[in-house]
């Protein structure tokens, strides 16, 4: 999934040319988790395909997880006025900020989740 994620990021940012780029709006305490939590999925997504034991004890993300990411992507765009090269880049850092700050992506999971499952998907 992270692999998908990746290079659909690496893909977005590379025709989106050199423009400037757009300032980042301040999101809505929602749109902060669904953004956190879309990244979060993706994470764990790619360590379960990788066969990681800590990431395959969360329940399978694959399927769910990728249709949450994309959602939420949609939906930041929509709320946000964002293009997709701009959502991409949130996106990205935020995966990048979960990857490598100690437990943050262990802390990030439980409530990412319980929003899942009250998501219907």
Same mark, same amino acid.
């Given at each position: ?40 999925? !993706? ?12 990431? *395959? ?16 992507? !949609? ?40 929003? *899942?499952?009250?998501?219907? *998907?």
């Amino acid at each position: 999934m992270t692999a998908l994620l990746s290079a659909t990021l690496l893909l977005a940012l590379q025709s989106a040319g050199a423009p400037a780029p757009t300032p980042t709006p301040a999101l809505s305490l929602e749109q902060q988790s669904g953004l956190r939590c879309a990244a979060a999925f !993706a994470l764990v997504a790619q360590a379960q395909a990788a066969g990681d034991t800590e990431a *395959l004890e969360y329940p399978a993300l694959g399927e769910r997880g990728r249709e949450f990411f994309v959602r939420t992507a !949609a939906r930041l765009i929509d709320e946000t006025g964002l293009d997709r090269v701009g959502v991409a880049r949130m996106l990205s850092a935020e995966a990048a900020r979960l990857a490598q700050e100690e437990g943050a992506l262990d802390r990030a999971m439980p409530p990412c989740l319980m929003l *899942l499952e009250a998501s219907g *998907l």
